[in-house]
Structure formats: C-alpha cells, structure tokens
C-alpha cells in the first residue's frame, strides 16, 4: 500500500516561481526521502530528512519534516524550466524490520513554464 | 564514480517466456532493492537484499518471481512464464547500508505481449 501522499498531484507555475509540494504518510519514520523522476525513468535522489530533524537545505530545496503531523513538504525557490519533472515523497518506517525499504507516494507532477 | 547500472534497458517479450533482469550496484553498497513501476504510478517495492542474503521478499507479486546477489555484487531478477501484468518498469536501487540515500538505476522497460 502506498504510505506517502503528495499534494498537489499537480503544479504548474512560472519561471522564478516558489513550487511547494506536500507529502502526508501513516505510520512511524526513520526517515523520509525526495526524488525527482523525468520522462517516466532515472529517478534522482534529492534529500533524505531523518525522524529527528525539521528542516533540511541543499541549494533552490529546502523540505520540512512534522512527525505530529505526519507531514513533509518540498521547497524549490526560484524554478527553472529545468526543474519540470514528477517529485516523490518515500518514508522508510521505524523498526528493524523495514529494512530500509522505500513506500513511495503517487507524486506530483511539476511543470515550470518559461 | 559509477553509478548504478541495469539491463537490458528495455525488453519486450511474449507471453509465457521467461526474463531475466540484471542489476550492478555501486561498489561498497551493501543494500540493494527492486522496485517495479507501472506507468503513471509511483514504485513498488519487490525485494531487497543486505550482501546476498534476502530478508524480505515481502513484495514480490507471485511465485513467478524470483531474484539472487552474488555477493554485494551484482543482482538477477527473473520472471518466469510471464504475464501482461508484469508491464513495467523494474528499478533497482543500492545504499552504503540500510536506512541510508538509495541511489537507482535507469530502470528496465519490460514489455509483455
């Protein structure tokens, strides 16, 4: 079953824009991660918050973590065109039994016009 | 370095026949998934293994699947007798160690028909 929900399931915005995505999950984290995907393929890491942080940066991305809430959100200040593509939310639970293991959301899907 | 690797990139096959996916994890990566993406869906996790052994096979879809590590190295899904619902594409991802970035491959676009 899926764990992470996105929201919006899409967004569409201009160039120079702030884009803020959301994700909402079930159960007890180790961390929660955010990934891009273009064209369907090539998934590519962008950060990894751990269960006991709030807010983490790298570069135009800033996501927050609210474990009362069961919720994260995703930043990207300043789009680009470039920036188009799906975004992922995946939770990995708590407890030596997840392994590690990824439950992804459905995503958003993020156009940046020119 | 190099990052993850997979294939073939694509394969199309007919129904009944067996496949036989390959994926080469990044060097040092002790954990390794696979994942299954149908189209417009997020991914489903299918199986991991921590060296060569695998502790959970909880999301393989059926007996048809099956998959092995030689060592921390390289890692064989195979679906046998396959069906028009295995359409997918199979992502494998490796991490240092559990609970750590998963870093993925580009995928193999599987096509039954």
């Known amino acids: 079953s899926q764990q992470g929900e996105e929201d919006p399931q899409a967004l569409s915005i201009q160039e120079g824009e702030n884009a803020t995505m959301n994700c909402s999950y079930k159960t007890s984290i180790n961390n929660l991660q955010w990934y891009r995907q273009n064209s369907g393929r090539g998934l590519v890491h962008l950060i990894l918050i751990r269960s006991n942080e709030r807010e983490k940066h790298s570069g135009r991305l800033r996501v927050t973590l609210d474990t009362s809430k069961k919720s994260s959100s995703l930043l990207i200040t300043a789009s680009r065109a470039a920036d188009t593509a799906s975004y992922f939310c995946a939770t990995v639970n708590a407890g030596g039994t997840s392994y590690g293991k990824l439950t992804f959301g459905q995503g958003t899907i993020l156009t940046v016009h020119p | 370095g190099a990052g993850v690797s997979q294939s073939p990139s694509n394969k199309v096959t007919e129904k009944g026949k067996d496949v036989e996916l390959r994926c080469d994890p990044i060097?040092?990566?002790?954990?390794l998934y696979w994942y299954r993406q149908r189209l417009g869906q997020g991914l489903e996790f299918l199986i991991y293994?921590?060296?060569?052994?695998?502790?959970?096979k909880s999301g393989l879809p059926s007996d048809r699947f099956s998959a092995e590590r030689t060592g921390e190295s390289v890692s064989t899904l195979t679906i046998q007798r396959t069906q028009q619902e295995d359409s997918a594409v199979y992502l494998c991802a490796s991490s240092v160690q559990v609970y750590n970035e998963q870093f993925f491959g580009p995928g193999t676009r599987l096509t039954v028909l």
């Open positions: 293994f921590q060296g060569n052994s695998a502790p959970d």
């Open positions: 060097s040092g990566h002790t954990a």
